[in-house]
Structures are given as structure tokens and as C-alpha cells.
């Protein structure tokens, strides 16, 4: 007897789903021998772990809370939650109140709704190229039209397709973006906002990163520049998606958008459309621990990557073979390699892989039209300096082959 034929049923965009090389690559992690550079995963072991114990014992220590904690709850988010987190938009310099906030599943899930709510199939979508591979996993699924963004504005204004229409959205990292661990200047977030504007575009600001600054002094986000400029966030045509994931915990899944009050409105609903709401339990122990230790956390896992990051630049100087070039990350998580013509990434990672048992992510996944086969993305979050060490001399020996 045959099975049912499942892909008999799919829906035309379920051909534009595919996995993550990265998910894909973390399965590597359960191997102890390699050294991964894969995933931009935080240390599990800077995790403020009593914090969250304090926390959870809390938010379930009375019969009241424990019933709270563990029931239904509003769609756009916790209450005290989203206040905390509108005080603290407010310290980036974007004035808001709790309406101005929906609590996600991680930024991912902010991502998603976005293309739910923006695409259409064929919607031109500006974005830089290389890009967060996440954020076309997300707008995948709405079939959109990917258009090259140039965000340092070192390429002529992006030409529109002839049969798509108005840009939905540009989407941007302008903090230690992932993959290139590039930051936007100050004139280039001007620049880019003047850009959307002339196109009637939205922007999607994604601000995962921003905390995790080593050197240089902070710059303002794109949603303060543009608020500031419009008179308010209600005016404003950025929509800045945040996360807790780099800074407390991955684990939690929470995260936020935050943006004019009409656009959280229009999101609320999808959210109730798609699950509900975040868990009620997750956001009341993000909200406390928070309150108890964020500023303090934010600053040992600053100083923890940043030895990393040096660790890691310091060993691509002395290792890597002429013809390779890299970025200097002022913060984040990442450093993006660029080799010679002809390099082929993936080949080189199963090389790496079974040769010498390192693993990084190839660039071409991060791509929207599949280029940049030479070009590979470093991660130096998980790995300690002298693993960084070890493991980029193993990588340019499989580079020599």
C-alpha cells in the first residue's frame, strides 16, 4: 500500500522552504573533537543562571503568582514586561509606552509576522547582500521578490523589478550585523532612511546585536534617528525587532517589536492568529531578571566576547594564507572572511570538517541569489581564545589543502 503523496497538497510557496545550514551545522556541537565557528550561539556558561532560579521560584512561590504564571494571557504581551522594555527603548532615545510593544518568540517570530504581514507574492523586498540568513528564512514563505540593498550606499539606488511594484520593506542590521559584523555610520543610517523614504518603503530594524558593543562609542538606532525626525514613533516608518536571546537567554524565545502604535495593533492580531500569546511563565522571569541584573549582564558578556573577538582576529592575522581578507567587528558575534575567486565555501567546510574537524558557515547561504561561494562567516561566541587559536590554524590548513 502506498503512502499519501504529501507534497500533492503543499502550497506553491512550501517550495521556497528549505533548512538552515545553520541549524544543520549545530548538530555538529554534539561532537566534542570539532571546533566550531558554526552558530552564533552564546556561552551557556555566562547565562545569569541564579537570576533566572530567583526568578522562576518567584514567579511560582504563591498560589496567586503559580496561577498567573501558569494561565493564558494577553496576546500583545506582558504588562510589566513591556514596560520595562519601553523604559528601556526609551534609554536608546525612542520615547514609547507599553503600546508601542508586542511581545514575540524571539525576534525570529517579529520576522515572520513582518513578511506575513508586508508580502505579497512578487512584493519587491530590499536587502543587503550577504543578509541574516533567518530573515529570508522568514520572508521565504511569502514568495516576495529579493532586491539588492547596497546599506553604505556604495552602489547605485536599488532598481525595482518590472513586474513588481512599490518595496514593502528594506531590511536592515545596522549593528555588528550578521554575517559581516559590519555597523552602519551615522551618515549611512541617515542615508538609509532617506532611501526608504524616497521609496514609500517600511524599515525593519534588526537590533539583535546591538548590546554586544566592544569599542567605539554607541550610535543611535535607526528608530531614534527617524522618531526624533518625524516628530515621534507614531510617525516613524521603522520597526525595530529586539530579542533577549543574545544578552539573558536563547533559550526563553522572547523577544519584541517595537514600533507606531498602529503598526503593534495589526501585529497583535497576527499574533493572536499564530499562537496566542508568548508563555505567560518565560515572560514574567525575563521581566524580573531583567529588572535584577540586565545592565550588569550586558557588561560580562561584553568583556567575555571581546576577548574573543580579539582572540580571533589576532589568529586570522597570523594563520590565514595571503589572499583571504576579513572584517573587524566593532561588537557582535561574527567575523565574515572573504577568499580569493574560485574558493568554493562549502567544499571547503567538508574539507575543514573531516580533515581537521572545524566547522564555520559557508557564505552562500546568507545570499539571497546563491552567490558568494567565497566568502565564509566565523562565529567566536562559544569557543574559548585558545580554541579560537586552535581552531583558525586548523582552518587554514584545510585552506592549503
Same mark, same amino acid.
Given at each position: ?14 517550495? %521556497? ?19 566550531? &565557528? ?12 541564579? #537570576? ?15 496561577? @498567573? ?9 506582558? !504588562? ?15 520615547? =514609547? ?41 522568514? &520572508? ?54 532617506? %532611501? ?20 567605539? *562609542? ?22 525595530? =525587532? ?15 517589536? =517595537? ?12 499574533? @493572536? ?16 531578571? #531583567? ?17 574573543? %573577538?580579539? #582572540? ?5 592575522? %597570523?594563520?590565514?594564507?595571503?589572499? &583571504? ?8 558575534? &561574527?567575523?565574515?572572511?572573504?577568499? !580569493? ?20 558557515? !559557508?557564505? @552562500? #547561504? ?22 579560537? *587559536? ?12
Amino acid at each position: 500500500m502506498s503512502s499519501f503523496d504529501w507534497s500533492s497538497v503543499y502550497a506553491g510557496r512550501a517550495q %521556497r522552504m528549505g533548512a538552515s545550514e545553520i541549524r544543520e551545522l549545530l548538530k555538529l556541537l554534539e561532537q566534542p573533537d570539532i571546533i566550531s &565557528f558554526a552558530g552564533g550561539i552564546p556561552d551557556p556558561d555566562l547565562f545569569p543562571i541564579e #537570576a533566572f532560579q530567583h526568578a522562576y521560584g518567584a514567579a511560582l512561590g504563591t498560589d496567586l503568582s503559580a496561577k @498567573q504564571a501558569l494561565q493564558y494571557s494577553v496576546s500583545d504581551g506582558s !504588562p510589566e514586561l513591556r514596560s520595562w522594555i519601553a523604559d528601556y527603548m526609551g534609554r536608546l532615545g525612542v520615547p =514609547c509606552a507599553p503600546k508601542h510593544i508586542l511581545i514575540t518568540n524571539g525576534s525570529q517570530q517579529g520576522l515572520e509576522f513582518l513578511g506575513r504581514l508586508f508580502l505579497s507574492p512578487g512584493d519587491p523586498a530590499l536587502v543587503a547582500w550577504p543578509t541574516y540568513l533567518g530573515a529570508l528564512q522568514a &520572508f521565504n514563505a511569502y514568495e516576495p521578490t529579493y532586491v539588492r540593498l547596497d546599506p553604505r550606499g556604495n552602489a547605485p539606488a536599488p532598481a525595482l523589478p518590472d513586474s513588481g511594484g512599490r518595496a514593502k520593506f528594506a531590511y536592515i542590521v545596522p549593528d555588528f550585523a550578521n554575517p559581516t559584523g559590519e555597523t552602519l555610520t551615522l551618515a549611512e543610517r541617515r542615508a538609509v532612511l532617506a %532611501r526608504a523614504e524616497a521609496a514609500g518603503a517600511a524599515v525593519i530594524e534588526d537590533a539583535a546585536y546591538s548590546e554586544l558593543r566592544y569599542e567605539g *562609542e554607541p550610535l543611535p538606532s535607526l528608530l531614534a534617528l527617524d522618531a526624533a525626525a518625524k516628530g515621534g514613533i507614531d510617525n516613524s516608518r521603522v520597526i525595530f =525587532c529586539g530579542t533577549f536571546s543574545k544578552t539573558l537567554s536563547p533559550g526563553l524565545r522572547v523577544g519584541w517589536v =517595537c514600533a507606531s502604535a498602529t503598526l503593534i495593533e495589526k501585529l497583535v492580531l497576527v499574533k @493572536q492568529a499564530s499562537d496566542l500569546h508568548s508563555a505567560t511563565l518565560n515572560q514574567m522571569a525575563i521581566a524580573r531578571v #531583567a529588572v535584577a541584573v540586565f545592565d550588569d549582564q550586558v557588561k560580562k558578556v561584553r568583556a567575555a566576547y571581546r576577548a574573543r %573577538r580579539d #582572540a580571533m582576529l589576532d589568529a586570522l592575522g %597570523r594563520h590565514m594564507p595571503k589572499g &583571504f581578507r576579513w572584517s573587524r567587528p566593532e561588537g557582535g558575534m &561574527f567575523v565574515w572572511v572573504e577568499g !580569493p575567486p574560485g574558493l568554493d565555501g562549502r567544499a571547503l567546510l567538508e574539507r575543514a570538517v573531516k580533515r581537521e574537524r572545524v566547522a564555520f558557515v !559557508p557564505g @552562500q #547561504a546568507f545570499f539571497a541569489d546563491g552567490s558568494g561561494s567565497e566568502t565564509m562567516r566565523l562565529s567566536f561566541s562559544l569557543a574559548e581564545p585558545d580554541e579560537i *587559536e586552535e581552531g583558525v590554524a586548523r582552518l587554514a590548513r584545510a585552506i592549503a589543502g
